[in-house]
């Protein structure tokens, strides 16, 4: 990947995949623009990054859910940057609760952030990749999507289910236009907010029960498969799904 390909990442400025992401990205010498639906953080993580890499990086506050921000922020991006070359859709909401008493702004606002929002963001970046005659999308999904189990709450395991079907037929319309689209679906992947809602028993328990590698995840595993995924080395790989999960749940 040379210099100056425009990558558009969103909830780029949380404490896990996404900034993991954008960082590896940046080192691979993209020009990297910061969505987060938090404006403060998304301006003070692109600070950060040009000020370790020595040159600017934009940020826009953009909230996935919103589909004329996506809009918005996808022209202006286009327009400013000279296109959208890459786009990851990281963003991602969940809240565990059983079917039979969901509340239903819980299924809506899952379906919105997980689903609906990677829809927007491709609807709105594709034109602009079409125009260009070439892209790269990874959406970012779920082992949740493949497991039976209630561990993540159907509401999230159905939008991440969603997001693989959703990637295959972009694959599958985009090819021709010089555009690859593909998903990567992480097991446990460890950050500090899940520290806040998880108790030491459940990763201790990941780590024993489940993962064959002997760990849990890290958010830097995840962003070097993406940034194979948008790089000239799989231009032969679309309308995939790539497990990250320490052998959790290993998919053919
Ligand atoms: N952490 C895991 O164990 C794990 C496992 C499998 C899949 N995933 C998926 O990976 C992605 C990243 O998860 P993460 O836990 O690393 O979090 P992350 O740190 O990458 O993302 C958190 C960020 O998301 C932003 N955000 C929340 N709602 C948003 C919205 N509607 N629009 C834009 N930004 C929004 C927040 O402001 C925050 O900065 C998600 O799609 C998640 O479902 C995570």
């Known amino acids: 990947m040379t210099a100056h390909k425009v990558a558009i990442v ?22 990297v623009v910061i969505t987060d639906a938090h404006e403060r953080r998304a301006g003070e993580f692109a600070e950060a990054l040009a000020s370790e890499h020595g040159r ?25 940057r000279g296109g959208i070359h890459v786009l990851v859709n990281n963003a991602g909401w969940s809240k565990i609760e059983p079917v039979a008493e969901m509340d239903l702004e819980t299924w809506r606002r899952c379906l919105d952030v997980d689903l609906n929002g990677t829809f927007y963001c491709m609807r709105f970046a594709l034109p602009h990749m079409i125009t260009a005659g070439r892209g790269a999308i990874v ?5 949740a999507a493949w497991e039976m189990t209630a561990e993540h709450g159907a509401a999230y395991s159905a939008a991440k289910a969603g997001v693989m079907a959703l990637t295959r037929v972009a694959a599958a ?7 690859r689209v593909n998903a990567v679906a992480p097991g446990l992947i460890y950050n500090d907010f899940l520290k806040k809602i998880y108790p030491p028993e459940f990763f201790s328990g990941y780590v024993e029960n489940r993962s064959v590698v002997g760990r849990v995840g890290h958010p830097d595993d995840v962003a070097s498969l993406v940034s194979f995924l948008v790089g000239p080395q799989s231009g032969y790989i679309t309308g995939e799904v790539y497990g990250v999960s320490g052998g959790v749940h290993p998919h053919a």
């Open 10 to 31: 969103t909830a780029a400025a949380g404490a896990g995949i996404g900034a993991a992401i954008a960082r590896r990205l940046a080192d691979d010498g993209l020009d």
């Open 56 to 80: 600017h990086f934009a940020s826009a506050q953009l909230d996935v859910t919103d589909a004329n921000a996506v809009a918005e922020v996808m022209d202006r991006v286009a327009a400013e």
């Open 139 to 143: 959406n970012i999904s779920s082992i």
């Open 173 to 179: 319309e985009n090819g021709r236009h010089g555009i």
